[in-house]
Nanobody, 128 residues
Framework: QVQLVESGGGLVQAGGSLRLSCAAS????????MGWVRQAPGKEREFVAA????????TYADSVKGRFTISRDNAKNKVYLQMDNLTPEDTAVYYC?????????????????????WGQGTQVTVSS
Protein backbone atom coordinates (compact mmCIF):
# COMPACT_ATOMS: atom_id res chain seq x y z
CA GLN A 1 0.00 0.00 0.00
CA VAL A 2 1.25 3.44 -0.94
CA GLN A 3 -0.11 6.68 0.45
CA LEU A 4 0.36 9.84 -1.57
CA VAL A 5 -0.12 13.38 -0.26
CA GLU A 6 -0.01 16.38 -2.57
CA SER A 7 0.80 19.93 -1.53
CA GLY A 8 1.75 23.25 -3.05
CA GLY A 9 -1.47 24.20 -4.78
CA GLY A 10 -2.99 27.63 -4.50
CA LEU A 11 -4.10 30.75 -6.31
CA VAL A 12 -1.74 32.36 -8.80
CA GLN A 13 -2.05 34.96 -11.53
CA ALA A 14 -1.69 34.06 -15.17
CA GLY A 15 1.97 33.90 -16.11
CA GLY A 16 2.97 32.86 -12.63
CA SER A 17 4.49 29.67 -11.29
CA LEU A 18 3.73 27.00 -8.72
CA ARG A 19 5.58 23.94 -7.57
CA LEU A 20 3.53 20.95 -6.52
CA SER A 21 4.94 18.25 -4.29
CA CYS A 22 3.76 14.72 -3.69
CA ALA A 23 5.05 12.83 -0.67
CA ALA A 24 4.86 9.05 -0.73
CA SER A 25 4.84 6.66 2.18
CA UNK A 26 6.88 3.49 2.34
CA UNK A 27 10.47 2.47 1.73
CA UNK A 28 10.12 1.40 -1.89
CA UNK A 29 9.39 4.73 -3.54
CA UNK A 30 12.23 4.23 -5.99
CA UNK A 31 10.43 1.19 -7.40
CA UNK A 32 7.40 3.21 -8.50
CA UNK A 33 6.78 5.09 -11.70
CA MET A 34 4.95 8.33 -10.93
CA GLY A 35 2.56 10.58 -12.74
CA TRP A 36 0.55 13.78 -12.41
CA VAL A 37 -3.04 14.03 -13.57
CA ARG A 38 -5.47 16.94 -13.36
CA GLN A 39 -9.20 17.45 -13.44
CA ALA A 40 -10.74 20.77 -14.33
CA PRO A 41 -14.29 21.68 -13.28
CA GLY A 42 -16.82 19.85 -15.42
CA LYS A 43 -14.13 17.96 -17.33
CA GLU A 44 -12.64 14.48 -17.26
CA ARG A 45 -9.29 13.75 -15.70
CA GLU A 46 -6.40 14.57 -17.98
CA PHE A 47 -2.88 13.16 -18.00
CA VAL A 48 -0.25 15.83 -17.34
CA ALA A 49 3.19 14.26 -16.88
CA ALA A 50 4.95 11.05 -15.95
CA UNK A 51 8.40 9.98 -14.83
CA UNK A 52 10.27 6.69 -14.63
CA UNK A 53 11.33 5.16 -11.34
CA UNK A 54 14.86 6.52 -11.61
CA UNK A 55 13.77 9.90 -12.93
CA UNK A 56 15.79 9.37 -16.07
CA UNK A 57 12.90 9.75 -18.49
CA UNK A 58 9.81 11.92 -18.55
CA THR A 59 6.82 12.57 -20.78
CA TYR A 60 4.26 15.37 -20.93
CA ALA A 61 0.86 16.16 -22.33
CA ASP A 62 1.10 18.49 -25.31
CA SER A 63 -0.89 21.12 -23.40
CA VAL A 64 1.85 21.53 -20.78
CA LYS A 65 4.99 20.66 -22.72
CA GLY A 66 7.62 23.35 -22.35
CA ARG A 67 5.88 24.89 -19.33
CA PHE A 68 5.74 22.06 -16.76
CA THR A 69 8.59 19.93 -15.44
CA ILE A 70 8.20 16.70 -13.51
CA SER A 71 11.04 15.54 -11.28
CA ARG A 72 11.59 13.27 -8.30
CA ASP A 73 13.86 12.86 -5.31
CA ASN A 74 13.96 9.19 -4.35
CA ALA A 75 15.93 9.94 -1.19
CA LYS A 76 13.04 12.12 0.02
CA ASN A 77 10.21 9.94 -1.37
CA LYS A 78 8.87 12.90 -3.32
CA VAL A 79 7.81 13.78 -6.82
CA TYR A 80 7.40 17.35 -8.00
CA LEU A 81 5.61 19.26 -10.70
CA GLN A 82 7.11 22.65 -11.51
CA MET A 83 4.50 24.70 -13.36
CA ASP A 84 5.57 27.87 -15.14
CA ASN A 85 3.77 30.36 -17.35
CA LEU A 86 0.44 29.24 -15.96
CA THR A 87 -2.80 30.08 -17.75
CA PRO A 88 -6.42 29.99 -16.55
CA GLU A 89 -6.79 26.77 -18.55
CA ASP A 90 -4.44 25.11 -16.06
CA THR A 91 -6.99 25.59 -13.27
CA ALA A 92 -7.77 22.12 -11.91
CA VAL A 93 -7.31 19.72 -9.06
CA TYR A 94 -3.92 18.08 -9.53
CA TYR A 95 -3.38 14.48 -8.44
CA CYS A 96 -0.22 12.45 -8.20
CA UNK A 97 -0.36 8.76 -8.94
CA UNK A 98 1.94 5.77 -8.62
CA UNK A 99 2.37 2.26 -9.86
CA UNK A 100 5.01 -0.40 -9.49
CA UNK A 101 7.53 -0.47 -12.31
CA UNK A 102 10.23 -2.91 -13.39
CA UNK A 103 13.83 -1.89 -12.92
CA UNK A 104 14.59 -2.54 -16.56
CA UNK A 105 13.59 -1.45 -19.06
CA UNK A 106 12.66 1.87 -17.52
CA UNK A 107 9.17 2.89 -18.31
CA UNK A 108 6.64 5.63 -17.67
CA UNK A 109 2.90 5.48 -18.18
CA UNK A 110 0.71 8.16 -19.77
CA UNK A 111 -2.56 6.25 -19.38
CA UNK A 112 -4.37 7.05 -16.16
CA UNK A 113 -5.90 3.58 -15.93
CA UNK A 114 -2.40 2.16 -15.45
CA UNK A 115 -1.89 3.86 -12.10
CA UNK A 116 -2.77 2.01 -8.91
CA UNK A 117 -2.37 4.52 -6.09
CA TRP A 118 -3.69 8.06 -6.03
CA GLY A 119 -3.43 11.08 -3.78
CA GLN A 120 -6.32 13.26 -2.66
CA GLY A 121 -5.38 16.13 -4.94
CA THR A 122 -4.40 19.77 -4.54
CA GLN A 123 -6.30 22.69 -6.05
CA VAL A 124 -4.56 25.00 -8.49
CA THR A 125 -6.41 28.14 -9.52
CA VAL A 126 -5.00 30.52 -12.11
CA SER A 127 -6.63 33.93 -12.38
CA SER A 128 -6.60 36.00 -15.55
Amino acid sequence: QVQLVESGGGLVQAGGSLRLSCAASGRTFSSYAMGWVRQAPGKEREFVAAITRSGGSTTYADSVKGRFTISRDNAKNKVYLQMDNLTPEDTAVYYCAARAAPRMPEKFWDQMREYVWWGQGTQVTVSS
